[in-house]
């Protein structure tokens, strides 16, 4: 198979890390009998050096042709860049909200998995930890309250704010089918989700939830109000294969989800349209502070890739030998400075790529 991926390195750590993954997805390639066809595209701080602005139409282009985007981060150091002098439509981040737009990438996956040997990092009680979890947080991206209208306005000599949580049925069900496909690839259980005890939208969005659930027999679905999950996420999150949630629910519970693992460096995400395409991205940032100087932690990135194999191109079994190696080479003892402890191995983003290539 012949795998057109657009690739953005990005600002600060991001160059090092996207490397790091297309070495691993190259040894992923020669082993299964794939091609990979790399395409790299400016965006952030790195385009607006280059072209102006951080994101041009062309590079837009680009990574429409592509199967999918692979991604490191983009921006700097917020404080000292001259890139934050600069209007907000003009920073890095702008070319990350124009790019999720002109790709219409409505649904957002982070997933939160506890490696058995980065437990210690992990801030639950150990009689919670050690139960482990392996969930997925699904976030609507496109609707709900951040994107309804808004006013303030004036009112009997006070200010009074106004947003919006609109969901229309058929947003709720394309995120709803996106769900109960991918729980299809895991464990089989969703649980969506909502404030159905006070909100319409919540309400809407169970009904809808409910009816798409009826052409997946094979799935279980469960129905939790927001804050229960909340405090769920800490209390037994092994209970969690797919949470589904609407826009600032996911941002919130997504958070909390990855926090609960402990460790950055490892947190992979993808971002999909209704099509197999996707942006698949680490959560974490350009780190500034550590970058160009080859000890960023590449997993995250490695990770992301791996769910780019499994979701954009249905390479399950390669997406596999991708998270096998990661387990494999944290149980070997290798750690990059972010998951160091004491009787490990310290190793550079570079070798832990070239660990990772040995085990796969
Ligand atoms: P950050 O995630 O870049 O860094 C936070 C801390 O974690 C730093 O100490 C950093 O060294 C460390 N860290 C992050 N990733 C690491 C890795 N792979 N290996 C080892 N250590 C790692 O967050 P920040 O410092 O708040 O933001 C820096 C820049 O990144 C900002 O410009 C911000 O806007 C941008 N950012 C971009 C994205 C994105 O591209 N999607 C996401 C978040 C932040």
Request: proline residues 4%; glycine residues 8%.
């Amino acid at each position: 198979m012949v795998l057109n991926i657009t690739c953005i390195p990005g600002d600060g750590i991001g160059p090092e890390i996207v490397a790091q993954a297309k070495k691993v997805l190259d040894k992923v390639g020669e082993k299964y009998g794939h091609e990979m066809k790399y395409t790299d595209i400016l965006m952030g701080g790195a385009s607006i050096d280059a072209c102006g602005e951080p994101l041009t139409d062309e590079a837009i282009e680009t990574a429409k042709a592509a199967d999918a985007v692979l991604m490191g981060s983009i921006g700097g150091n917020t404080s000292t860049s001259p890139w934050y002098k600069l209007p907000p439509e003009k920073r890095p981040e702008a070319g990350l909200l124009k790019i999720r737009k002109a790709l219409n990438l409505f649904a957002n996956l982070r997933p939160a998995y506890l490696y058995q040997e980065l437990a210690a990092a992990c801030p639950l009680k150990e009689e919670i930890s050690k139960a482990g979890f392996d969930m997925l947080i699904m976030r609507e991206l496109t609707g709900g309250l951040y994107f309804g209208e808004r006013k303030t306005i004036e009112e009997n000599g006070e200010l009074k704010a106004v947003d919006t949580l609109t969901y229309s049925e058929s947003e709720i069900r394309r995120i709803a089918i996106k769900g109960f496909e991918i729980a299809r690839k895991r464990r089989k259980k969703v649980t969506s989700v909502d404030k159905a005890n006070v909100l319409d939208s919540s309400r809407l969005w169970r009904k809808v939830v409910n009816e798409v659930a009826l052409d997946y027999p094979d799935v279980t679905v469960e129905h939790m109000l927001v804050d229960n999950c909340a405090m769920q996420l800490v209390k037994d999150p092994a209970q969690f294969d797919v949470i589904l949630t609407e826009n600032m629910f996911g941002d919130i519970l997504s958070d909390e989800a990855s926090m609960v693992t402990g460790s950055i460096g490892m947190l992979s995400s993808a971002s999909l349209n209704d099509s197999k395409f996707g942006l698949y991205e680490p959560s974490h940032g350009s780190a500034p502070d550590i970058a160009g100087q080859n000890i960023a932690n590449p997993i995250a990135t490695i990770l992301s890739a791996a769910m780019m194999l499994r979701y954009s191109f249905d390479l399950d079994k390669e997406a596999d030998a991708i998270e096998g190696a990661v387990r494999q080479v944290l149980k070997d003892g290798y750690r990059t400075i972010d998951i160091y402890s004491e009787g490990m191995n310290k190793v550079s983003c570079s070798e832990m790529g070239d660990l990772l290539c040995d085990r796969i």
